[in-house]
């Protein structure tokens, strides 16, 4: 299924017609959750795979078999995509689903399910220069112009899978609500990645030994993500996601937005943004130190 120049359009939110249909966007709608299910939410570039890594692996008390053998498309399939059902189909035992779908999209189909929820959110200056830099390289992803122009569309919300604004919102606005929700940032993981694979432990009820644990870290980190083809997307083919124009894991660092923007570009944003996020209550992690001799973790979608 090619169809790399069609885009489908829901609730004025824009997909890539390569990966989803207006059938497989609807069923996801409708979807129906067992309560054994996990579900990883993020918009993308917020730490989706590097969030399905951490689960595959604590689920597994740290071997790193299927993390090894099965690519994470498979493990973890995105609810709106066009194979999930084939994929879903064929599974066994407690599943694990992905989705950048905004919770006006889910919020019905979860009602009175008692499905773990997990949101990993990233602050949205380095999410946007990540989507920038992935559209140059993703083929089903319209070409983004130069980074003012797309930076002009992120704020309006008028990119592919719609507006960083309301998907945050949308879904912490739920942290408080139910019991079954977990709320954790792109940031937090990487300052603490060992705290932060003890709280997705215990939010899945699944205690690690420190051995367990240390396998944990061990195959999260990036330099294993990296040589491990289930995680880096090399299986894609080149017509799909061209890896000449770029790698799909890139710096990581916190704050490397700075890299990119400009000084108007950032005081744009700022204005935005103090808009438009007036009455959440959610703090982000703008800046990151760059600790000597720790190798950086990259950027996953």
Not at 18 to 33: C, E, G, I, P
Not at 107 to 117: D, E, F, T
Not at 268 to 283: E, Q
Request: glycine share 6%; proline share 4%; hydrophobic share 35%.
């Amino acid at each position: 299924m090619a169809r790399l120049d069609v885009t489908e359009t829901v609730q004025g939110v824009f997909f890539p017609g390569h990966l989803h249909t207006q059938d497989s966007l609807q069923q996801a709608r409708s979807f129906h959750f067992q309560d054994s299910d996990t579900l990883i939410v993020t918009y993308p570039k917020s730490g989706t795979t590097w969030m399905q890594e951490v689960v595959t692996l604590v689920s597994r008390r740290g071997d790193p078999q299927m993390s090894q053998t099965v690519p994470n498309w498979e493990r973890a399939p995105w609810l709106e995509q066009y194979y999930s059902s084939q994929v879903l189909g064929a599974s066994q035992g407690p599943r694990l689903l992905t989705t950048h779908l905004p919770y006006s999209f889910l919020g019905n189909a979860l009602q009175g399910s008692k499905a773990k929820v997990i949101y990993v959110s990233r602050n949205p200056k380095d999410v946007a220069v990540s989507f920038y830099h992935f559209h140059k390289m993703a083929n089903f992803l319209p070409q983004p112009g130069s980074f003012k122009d797309f930076l002009d569309r992120f704020l309006e919300g008028t990119v592919h899978y719609g507006s960083w604004f309301d998907h945050v919102k949308g879904w912490t606005s739920q942290v408080d609500l139910v019991d079954n929700f977990l709320f954790i940032s792109y940031e937090e993981m990487w300052l603490d990645l060992r705290g932060s694979i003890e709280k997705v432990s215990t939010f899945l009820q699944r205690p690690l030994e420190d051995e367990e644990l240390k396998r944990c870290l061990c195959h999260c980190s990036f330099s294993s993500m990296k040589e491990n083809r289930m995680v880096n997307y090399t299986l894609i083919p080149q017509d799909i996601m061209d890896h000449s124009k770029g790698t799909f894991m890139r710096k990581g660092q916190i704050g490397d937005w700075r890299n990119t923007f400009s000084e108007e570009q950032n005081c744009h944003f700022d204005a935005v943004f103090s808009t438009k996020m007036k009455d959440s209550h959610l703090n982000f992690v703008w800046e990151g130190p760059v600790k000597e001799g720790v190798s950086l973790r990259e950027e996953m979608f």
